[in-house]
């Protein structure tokens, strides 16, 4: 993540997977609220939805398309950290390939901020392994959301761990990364609730503004320290951080807001159509008879 493509990278995994939480949690509530019929029978059912880490799209019901995308993109990001570095020439950093060691040839050890990188996607790809595992062997009920759930806290503590101690990063870098573990902790906190109530719409929006709020707060970290014009650190930057990730929280919290009810209205406006056709349908049959 040396770099600026390398945080844009992960937080594009995180946005896509935060609106899609987003999404399903305010269909699942809708569909359940206004009592509609969906394709697939009993899909949006709570005993179906309690059984899974995972809300399926309505559009492909039948397809574990987050899975797969949990397996796919920490893919894509344990190719990048092995077999590409980043190295810095004329204040600017760019990729080149080359294989990542553990080891450096005199026995010590490499750099081992990939190592951390590495396991942070390994635990999501673990986490799609046993989503897919669920759907055709029978495990204890809650064993695909605790895996969900250990994939955010091991996210958390290597990222606890991965600023301590470290002298070469700037007060301003460190206090960047404290505020992601802070939206990493919020998605651990509602995760760990989904296996009490998987279909409550306040734990599950929790959830999703968790992982949006690490997909921007991702392009952040990445903006401000690999940006050309060099932050101080000084405490007045300090501040209007701490106040830039508010703002983040709030922009999330009021898009979902405004998301909700345009999907709401829509929703209001198709059972009434429905209604009304319903009404003439049984004119018409009474007239027939």
């Not at 569909?31 to 394709?39: F, H, M």
């Not at 809300?55 to 092995?82: D, H, N, R, Y």
């Not at 690490?214 to 209007?240: A, P, R």
Request: aromatic fraction near 14%; include cysteine.
């Amino acid at each position: 993540m040396g770099s600026l493509g390398g945080h844009v990278i992960p937080a594009i995994f995180f946005l896509v997977y935060g609106i899609w939480w987003i999404i399903g949690t305010f269909w699942l509530y809708l569909s359940q609220k206004y009592n509609l019929k969906i394709k697939q029978k009993g899909f949006f059912d709570i005993e179906n939805i309690a059984k899974k880490s995972y809300i399926p799209i309505c559009l492909l019901p039948l397809w574990p398309i987050e899975p797969v995308l949990k397996i796919l993109f920490p893919s894509m990001g344990i190719i990048m950290e092995v077999f590409f570095r980043v190295r810095s020439s004329n204040d600017t950093n760019h990729y080149e390939t080359g294989v990542w060691s553990m080891y450096q040839s005199d026995g010590s050890f490499g750099i081992q901020v990939k190592l951390h990188h590495i396991t942070m996607h390994l635990c999501f790809i673990v986490s799609g392994i046993v989503d897919l595992l669920s759907l055709c062997s029978r495990y204890p009920k809650h064993t695909s959301k605790l895996f969900l759930a250990l994939a955010f806290f091991v996210e958390m503590f290597l990222f606890y761990f991965h600023i301590q101690g470290d002298k070469d990063r700037s007060q301003l870098e460190v206090l960047m990364h404290e505020l992601l573990i802070f939206s990493i902790g919020v998605c651990v906190v509602f995760a760990a609730l989904r296996m009490v109530r998987s279909s409550n719409i306040l734990i599950n929006g929790g959830l999703a503004v968790g992982i949006t709020l690490q997909g921007t707060w991702l392009i952040e970290i990445g903006v401000v320290i690999f940006s050309s014009v060099k932050w101080k650190d000084v405490h007045n930057n300090n501040m209007f951080i701490v106040a830039c990730f508010v703002w983040h929280c709030m922009c999330i919290i009021v898009g979902m807001f405004i998301l909700f009810t345009a999907m709401e209205y829509g929703v209001q406006r198709y059972t009434k159509k429905k209604q009304v056709y319903q009404l003439l349908d049984k004119d018409l049959e009474e007239t027939q008879t």
